[in-house]
């Protein structure tokens, strides 16, 4: 930042392009896809022309190297027009990142390449059945047999699952805990890899979300990211930039349908005059801009310090992540009360985006969790 509350030139320049690729490239084909289910690959992949998928890898790996303020700024860019393309770009990133940050040089020739074009597509693979918010008791196995470890477990609830060639998976190699934890990379293609039906869900029907199944599948030793024991610490880290990313999506979601209650309010005749003329209105108005502007002040001071690595940085991520995905669903909804009818049809975009921005507040570690994170860091001090 230019001042302590003001974006540099490169970064609004950043904003722009972002913008400018949401309005051509998104926002006039997003409520198709959604009606539709249509899983927009072509899009995808011109959002990586423009290094949107590899936005914090390194420019040494073939990335554009930008810190997770700039990042940020692109996803809630490209929310404004749909919230769950975004979201998927945003996972797609964390997988790549995770490869660059901390695989071996060989491990990133082999795959950084083709997942910077997105001729390969990256889901990350967490989460289990039995194992969501305590991500730590994961009951995915791989066991050394070699050169190679054979993986049997199964990921639940994973973004791009059937179509996404490669899969950052975190896996069970040592003891219970997160200190047993280990991250392997999982190609698609595989024998022993299989997926679920593509799940019935709310929302984010732009994207895939299947049940990852791991049945025998021989894993390279090579396959491995760092070191045995090192997986949920990588966890960990990247989602610290997770949860800004999917907290700039609700803020980007959000601010679609703030411009939207604000057209429709000023067009909408009532009484003989239009609504936005009437107090209880722009009172709402008001303050729906108002925690859109705090929420999103808060999310850009957290990614300055996760890209700083300062010692707060997690508590911050988890607390913007924690307001800005409240509050973006709290402004959509507000903005679909302020279209009364209307706003519940699919005819106008505000229904859709209060379907996607309602599991912002679940993934990336739920909102619970994330006073959870908050209230321990404080209570360290």
């Known amino acids: ?26 926002t006039p084909h997003a409520a198709e896809w959604d009606e539709k289910h249509i899983f927009p690959r072509d899009t995808i992949r011109a959002a990586a022309e423009l290094g949107f998928a590899s936005i914090y890898v390194s420019e040494e790996s073939g990335g554009i ?42 491990l990133k020739a ?6 910077i074009t997105m001729e390969r597509l990256a889901s990350y693979c967490l989460t289990e059945p039995s194992s969501g918010s305590d991500a730590a008791a994961l009951k995915t196995r791989a066991v050394r047999d070699g050169d ?14 059937g179509e996404n060639e490669i899969y950052v998976t975190m896996v069970r190699t040592g003891e219970e805990g997160p200190k ?7 190609e698609k293609d595989m024998p ?5 039906a593509n799940e019935r869900k709310l929302g984010w029907h732009s994207q895939p979300t299947r049940q990852v199944t791991f049945e025998d599948v021989r894993v390279p030793v090579e396959n491995r ?21 999917i907290g700039a999506c609700s803020l980007g979601g959000a601010q679609r349908c703030l411009d939207e209650a604000i057209a429709y309010t000023k067009d909408r005749q009532q009484f003989g005059k239009p609504i936005a003329d009437f107090q209880n209105t722009q009172f709402a108005l008001a303050d729906m801009a108002t925690e859109l502007e705090a929420a999103r002040a808060l999310l850009y001071l957290a990614a300055a310090k996760v890209t700083e690595g300062a010692p707060d940085k997690t508590k911050f991520a988890a607390m913007a992540k924690r307001l800005a995905t409240d509050t973006g669903s709290t402004v959509v909804d507000r903005a679909l009360q302020l279209f009364g009818g209307y706003g519940y049809l699919m005819d106008y975009p505000i229904e859709r985006f ?10 990336e570690g739920t909102n619970q969790v994330m006073r959870m994170i908050i209230g321990r860091e404080l209570t360290r001090q």
């Open 192 to 196: 022993g890899v299989s997926f679920g």
């Open 225 to 245: 990211v760092g070191e045995e024991g090192e997986g949920f610490r990588f966890a960990m880290m990247g989602l610290d930039g997770g949860r800004l990313n």
């Open 180 to 186: 047993g934890i280990s991250c392997l990379v999982i």
């Open 354 to 363: 209060w379907r996607d921005l309602r599991v912002h507040s679940i993934l």
């Open 110 to 115: 082999k795959y950084l390449p083709s997942l």
């Open 65 to 106: 190297g930008l810190g997770r303020l700039e990042a940020a700024l692109i996803m809630e860019a490209m929310a404004y027009g749909c919230p769950s393309t975004s979201a998927f770009i945003s996972i797609h990133n964390m997988a790549s990142w995770m490869i660059d940050s901390f695989a071996s040089q060989a």
């Open 148 to 161: 190679h470890y054979i993986v049997n477990g199964s990921k639940q609830f994973i973004s791009g699952a």
């Open 1 to 26: 930042m230019t001042t302590q509350f003001d974006l540099t030139d490169e970064q609004r320049q950043i904003q722009e392009m972002a913008r400018a690729f949401t309005a051509d490239a998104i």
